[in-house]
Structures are given as C-alpha cells and as structure tokens.
C-alpha cells in the first residue's frame, strides 16, 4: 500500500500536467473560443476544425432545429460579459439539404436547450434574420432581414440590447431588443442541419470577436419599417433608413406602405426599395396623423405648416395633388374615415382640451363626441361604422375604450396597468391592435420599450405581438394588410458611434 501511495505521487503530477496540456490543445483547437459542446438533443455529436492559417472554423451540427422552445445543434463557445460584438464570413459546404439549416452567431444566457438567447441566422435559402427568445423555456421569435444570403455577419450586445449588421459596409439591418443577457453570458458560432439524421457543416471565417469602448458622441438613430404576421408572430424588416420615419399605412389594395419623414408623405412598395415622395402641394410639415379613404381615392394628411403652425387636417388625391382644407379650427388631427367615406374622425384641443370630434369629409361644423376629464386621443372607426375606438386617461391612466359613433354609449374595453394608446381595427373586424408602454410611462413618447399588442374581439383575450424599442410613431395611424393576416410598424435603433466606425477597439485575435 505505501508502495501504491508512493507511485500514484510521482504519477499524479504527470497526469495532471497532461490534462492541463490536453485542455490547451481542445483551446486552441476552437481559436479564439474555449471550447465547443452540442446543446439539446441530438443524434449526431458536433465537431469544430479550427485552421491556425486560415483562421477559420469549420463547424459541423446535427439537430433538429433552433426553435419553438427547444434547441438543438453544435455550439462553439466563449464565456464573456459586458458589451460584445461578433462577425464573421459564413458560407455551408454543400447546397444540399434542408434549405432551413442555419449557421449562426450566437449570444446564449446558458447551455440549457430553452435557454435565452440572441442570434443572427443564416439559413441555406439565404433567409437571414435576428432570432431569439427573451425569457427561458418561451418560443423563438424572429426578424427577417431584407437582406437575402450576406457574406458577412454581425451580431451585436449594447447594454440590453441586441442588433444585427449584414453585408460587406455591415450596416444596420434590424433589432435593438431588449434581451436579458446577464453577468456571464456564452458568445459563439453554431450550425444546426434542421434534420436530426443528418450533419451539416458550414465554414465560419475573418472571425472577429469585439469588446467595444466607451461609445463617444450621440448615438445614431435607425427607423425600421417592419411588418409582422398574426398568425406566428415574425417579424420582417421592409425598410430601413437612418434618421427618423414614422406611422405607416397600407394600402388598400395590399401593394405599398405610406408614411411621414421630414414633413413629407412618402410610399414604399411592399417590396422595398427607394420610397417617393407624394405632392402634398403647400402641406410641407406633415405629421404622423394620415390614412387612406375606404376607396382608396384620397388620404388625410394633418399639417401644421399654414396659419399658426399648428396642426389642421387636410384631404388630398391618393397619388398627389392640391391639398383640401377640412378643419377650420386648430390643432386638429386626423384618426379616422368612416366605412362609407363621407365622416372623419380627429383629435381636437380646444379651450385646452383634447378631446374627440368628427366632420364631413366633405367640409362643415365639427361635432363634439367626448368631453370627460383627461386627454382622449386616437379615434378609429369600426370596419362596420357602429362604433369609434379610441384611448383616454379618463380614469387616471390610458386605456381603451369605444363609443357609438354619434358619441352615445362611452365604455371601457378592457382594464389593466399599463398604458395603452392608438387601437386600430382588423379590417374583418376580428382583432384589435395597440400600443402599450409601462405603468410609469406618461404620454406617449419616443424611443421607449413597448409592446404591440393583440386582442381578439370575440372573446378579448390579450397576447403580445411584438416587444420593440419606439412608441411615438411607432403605430399612431392604422396600418392592417387589407387581409388583416399582417400588421405594418416601425420600431427604432440608437446605433452608439463606435459601431459606424470600422476601427473598433478592444479586438480579440485569433
């Protein structure tokens, strides 16, 4: 026995010596990164062949998918916090398989299957999108760039917010979400086949892995148009520009959206491209309070560019054109048309008070049709005119509520605690949207977190559509699909300075 002791002395520190060697081998082995591991299950392991001269990862995953509530693939990791930026060229090595398999760069909370995570995807379709999933154990969302298939990838981590970047200038291409990404957090590459039975690989290179400095100067503003659908929830990025847009409309006929940028009017094919301008004539400082008449002949504009400068509504053809004068009393802004096309619906100060009016489209007296306590604001006509929805803060906070369109009959739709502005309503009739910021919020301000949430007017149960950074101008003007399966909105990005520049500190080298 004292012999065994003696022997298992002098082997000790050997073996020891040869785990701390084997460990530096599997480091170096994965470059920059510590190690690689597959997360959920799969029936294939992972591997990662990592060449010191190229410097690229080559990744190969199974798994059935990065999904719903679960994840499965092969994971190459590195345990960092604070802010984090990481790129990388990516491309699959065959084109064969499922067009859904996705290589990825990924910021996970833990190795868990459901556990919180952000990630930009690229799939084999050349779909590129920000996945995650905000809370453990809750269902993968998405945003789909409008970017198809980039070389070049970029997710990023500012305090709590997480964006992507794409293309060869890695410009901003969507996001800026809230994601919990606490204390030590996993940084990394990823491939999933989406096929259990199948390995896929895909090769990763130019990696850089960044800690950004101290951002100087005011960061960028980015306003994104994106729509998302009812029925999965995802979101797509139509639009993309620095500066500020807000409050789109959709057409009639489902083909181009319509929003306010710079005192203009401006449309954009739902397919994207470059937006045009629409003559308003002498209107030039039009707000984010316009629509589109049930015939799609004309649209409200409201615009306070005449007079005292403040704001009065307008009627003008659908493509451009002399502008026509509704309102004769200001400030005045549009909401609503009534399904027949002969009522608008506005928010009106007057004596102090906003409150909410309709008038002819045609021209004529202003009616009246709240005078409670508080501030009323966004009116909206029901798809069969019974009724106006509408917000106020009547009863101490803002909620929604709905009227006889004459005014009569005044009721709360539902009661919560938070605040919740601008209810617009599916053109079947079947779903009400709005905006909700939090309990402390007053008003409704810019650059705020908020949900866009969904009720079913059936049965007025509440789901969240969409979490995102805006607010003011986010939804303030209806904005449904014409087959009411998609919502049009914008949410906004701060991009910090340093991340407009090509030289950002802090790299880690492969």
Known sequence: MAFCRKLCLLVAPALAFLVLQWAHVQAQDAGIFDNHSDVGAVLHPGSVDYDSAKRTYTIAGSGANMWLAEDAFEFV??????????????????????????????????????????????????????QFRDEKGSLTREIQANVSAPQRLRIVKHGEHVYMALGNDLQPAGGWLRIPLTGEFYVGLGVCSHDKDVV???????????????????????????????????????????????????????????????????????????????DTGFVTRCNNDHGISPDASQLAISDNSQESHESLVYIVPINGGKPRRVTQKSPSYWHGWSPDGKTL????????DFDIYSIPAAGGEETRLTSAKGLDDGPEFSPDGKYIYFNSERTGHMQIWRMKADGSDQEQVFTDELNN??????????????????????????????????????DKKITVLAKLFGGQGTINVPSWSPDSKKLAFVSYMLIPANDLVSNQQGTVNP
Do not use: C
């Open 77 to 130: 990791w590195k345990k960092m916090s604070g802010d984090v930026s990481l790129t990388a060229d990516i491309i699959f090595l065959t084109k064969a398989g499922n067009e859904h398999k996705k290589a990825v760069l990924m910021l996970r909370q833990t190795l868990d299957a459901d556990s919180v995570y952000a990630d930009v995807a690229l799939h084999a379709s050349g779909l590129t999108s920000l």
């Open 200 to 278: 896929e690989r895909a090769v990763f290179s130019n990696v850089e892995l960044t800690q950004p400095g101290t951002s100087s100067g005011e960061p960028a503003l980015y306003s994104v148009l994106e729509t998302v659908t009812i029925d999965s929830m995802d979101r797509r990025v139509s639009y993309l520009s620095s500066g500020r847009f807000e409050a789109p409309n959709w057409t009639r006929d489902g083909s181009a959206f319509l929003f306010n940028r710079n005192g203009r009017i401006e449309r954009l094919a739902v397919e994207g491209g470059t937006p045009s301008p629409i």
């Open 345 to 352: 619906a506005f928010v009106g100060q007057r004596n102090g």
């Open 421 to 458: 502005w601008f209810p617009h309503i599916s053109p079947d009739g079947q779903w009400m949207v709005f905006l909700s910021y939090g309990a402390e919020i007053m008003g409704h301000p810019e650059n705020k977190e908020v949900a866009l949430r969904l009720m079913s007017l059936s």
